[in-house]
């Protein structure tokens, strides 16, 4: 069974959908059978990934909604290893609103997600800015939360609100939703609140639930996401290309633990539960 590892955060412009397309790339070029959904109406997975319009057409919407089976939304990528679900060319208002509230999406997500693990080592969600229904729906049905966080002082603030987010999820829907860990985005070493940011979280936080590597600020990002390729197969050799090939091992490292606590009969890991 694959992990399921939902990518989220409080406050947009961090990074989130550049970490899930880029962390999914790097995981696929280590063999590892990935997917990513995508629960942002902007379908920026699929412009990351490539996408065509007509192949953004339909999506997890048109399942929600039952005009698509989930099948026949899949697509492939320029990698082996590595598919996506696109969300569709619809938005959270009028029909779809009324079906969520009207029979609730978040059991029907945990099913599709529980469907596709099968086949899968990880399924990274894109969750859509801030702390809405679907992002909850995404937290019900994921193993794991991964939390990019802008180096700024700002971040810290939100930080709170979404691990207090996070508990209430676990404490009413999902008990068994872990950390996965906290991510440093856009570090750029040359400013002081940057480095000041980082080591205050690293301070605060148990070693386990705060990643090691940190994503730096770079311009490789606004090229390769304008054609439509993740950082790692556009430039490999670019430091951010190697910083999300760096956390792809941590994530594949924790995932290898996990597995073998669980062989031994172990009950995981507590400091990320608890945070």
């Given at each position: 069974?694959?992990?399921?590892?939902?990518?989220?955060?409080?406050?947009?412009?961090?990074?989130?959908?550049?970490?899930?397309?880029?962390?999914?790339?790097?995981l696929a070029m280590l063999k590892q059978r990935t997917l990513v959904l995508d629960l942002d109406e902007q379908n920026a997975v699929g412009f990351g990934l490539g996408l065509s319009r007509?192949?953004?057409?339909?999506?997890?919407?048109?399942?929600?909604?039952?005009?698509?089976?989930?099948?026949?939304?899949?697509?492939?990528?320029?990698?082996?290893?590595?598919?996506?679900?696109?969300?569709?060319?619809?938005?959270?208002?009028?029909?779809?609103?009324?079906?969520?509230?009207?029979?609730?999406s978040a059991p029907l997500l945990k099913k599709y997600v529980d469907a596709l693990q099968k086949s899968c080592d990880f399924i990274l969600i894109d969750c859509p800015p801030g702390m809405?229904?679907?992002?909850?729906?995404?937290?019900?049905?994921?193993?794991?939360?991964?939390?990019?966080?802008?180096?700024?002082?700002?971040?810290?603030?939100?930080?709170?609100?979404?691990?207090?987010?996070?508990?209430?999820?676990?404490?009413?829907?999902?008990?068994?939703?872990?950390?996965?860990?906290?991510?440093?985005?856009?570090?750029?070493?040359?400013?002081?609140?940057?480095?000041?940011?980082?080591?205050?979280?690293?301070?605060?936080?148990?070693?386990?639930?705060?990643?090691?590597?940190?994503?730096?600020?770079?311009?490789?990002?606004?090229?390769?996401?304008?054609?439509?390729?993740?950082?790692?197969?556009?430039?490999?050799?670019?430091?951010?290309?190697?910083?999300?090939?760096?956390?792809?091992?941590?994530?594949?490292?924790?995932?290898?633990?996990?597995?073998?606590?669980?062989?031994?009969?172990?009950?995981?890991?507590?400091?990320?539960?608890?945070?």
């Open positions: 069974m694959g992990k399921v590892i939902a990518i989220a955060s409080q406050k947009g412009g961090v990074g989130k959908t550049t970490t899930t397309v880029n962390l999914a790339a790097s007509q192949q953004m057409e339909h999506g997890l919407y048109d399942v929600f909604l039952g005009r698509k089976k989930l099948s026949e939304i899949i697509h492939s990528t320029m990698l082996p290893y590595l598919k996506t679900i696109p969300y569709g060319k619809g938005t959270l208002t009028d029909e779809f609103e009324r079906f969520v509230r009207q029979k609730g809405g229904e679907l992002t909850i729906y995404a937290l019900s049905a994921a193993n794991a939360v991964l939390v990019p966080m802008q180096c700024e002082p700002l971040s810290l603030k939100t930080l709170t609100q979404i691990l207090k987010i996070i508990r209430k999820v676990r404490r009413q829907i999902n008990p068994d939703l872990v950390i996965e860990g906290l991510l440093m985005t856009m570090y750029d070493e040359n400013y002081r609140i940057a480095r000041e940011v980082c080591q205050q979280v690293w301070a605060s936080f148990p070693e386990e639930v705060v990643f090691r590597n940190v994503i730096p600020r770079m311009e490789e990002f606004s090229s390769a996401f304008a054609v439509g390729r993740p950082i790692i197969t556009q430039d490999p050799e670019a430091e951010v290309a190697k910083a999300y090939l760096h956390l792809a091992h941590e994530v594949i490292a924790k995932r290898k633990k996990e597995l073998e606590d669980l062989a031994a009969g172990g009950g995981g890991d507590d400091e990320a539960r608890t945070a």
